[in-house]
């Protein structure tokens, strides 16, 4: 069983479209977190939600609308997708009181 | 501001040779540090993390890491690398709580394995 998975792997999609990508952890676990890993390879949060509220909301636009429906889902909606936006999303997921993180395997977005 | 510094973006050693991959970290208080791989088209699996307490941690496959407060440093080691070694590692401080906070993570090293 994955403990983390989300879903789609890869997403190719044109400017202007609006996708999804859903992240599910069987673990347990309270916290949920997304991620967004540019072309460097630099990674940066983007939100955190403890027991489905929203903890963390980086400096994200407004077309990045995450929705955590219950503590084990946690989804992303991008609006209006841009060039800009190609990169790859890791969802990820923590225990209460433990740092060690447990990653998805990633969902690579290219927006053409 | 917190922030992971990983000053080598791409080493390359012999298979069999011993590894140094260095991390360098700015936080107030007592950290907690964490080194993490990501193989090709993999998200990230833990190695290792330091919170408090003995300052040289062992990891999974063979690596392990020294927390020296004075250096701000948490290098990882390995003293036999493996080819399947290759791969991308990031050191990372970990902020707030465990319920409230992130963890902010260096640029990466990437590292090559020679035959």
């Known amino acids: 069983d994955t403990a983390v998975s989300q879903t789609p792997k890869y997403l190719v999609t044109q400017m202007g479209n609006d996708k999804s990508i859903k992240c599910e952890q069987n673990l347990g676990h309270d916290t949920m977190y997304w991620y967004k890993q540019d072309s460097k390879k630099f990674l940066k949060i983007m939100f955190s939600?403890?027991?489905?509220?929203?903890?963390i909301n980086e400096t994200v636009p407004n077309r990045f609308s995450p929705k955590s429906p219950d503590k084990a889902h946690l989804n992303l909606h991008i609006n209006s997708l841009e060039l800009g936006d190609s990169a790859v999303y890791f969802c990820a997921s923590s225990a209460q009181g433990n740092y060690g993180y447990t990653f998805g395997s990633g969902t690579r977005l290219t927006v053409v | 501001a917190q922030s992971v510094t990983q000053p080598d973006i791409h080493i390359t050693v012999s298979e069999g040779a011993s590894l140094e991959l260095r991390c360098n970290y700015s936080y107030g208080a007592t950290p907690y540090l964490f080194w993490y791989v990501q193989s090709p088209g993999q998200g990230l699996q833990l190695l290792l993390k330091y919170f408090s307490g003995d300052t040289l941690v062992q990891g999974i496959k063979g690596f392990e890491a020294e927390f020296k407060r004075s250096q701000s440093s948490f290098n990882l080691r390995k003293p036999s690398v493996h080819w399947s070694d290759a791969a991308e590692y990031f050191c990372a401080v970990a902020t707030g709580s465990s319920n409230t906070g992130k963890l902010i993570f260096g640029q990466g090293t990437t590292l090559q394995v020679k035959p």
């Open positions: 939600y403890n027991n489905k509220e929203l903890i």
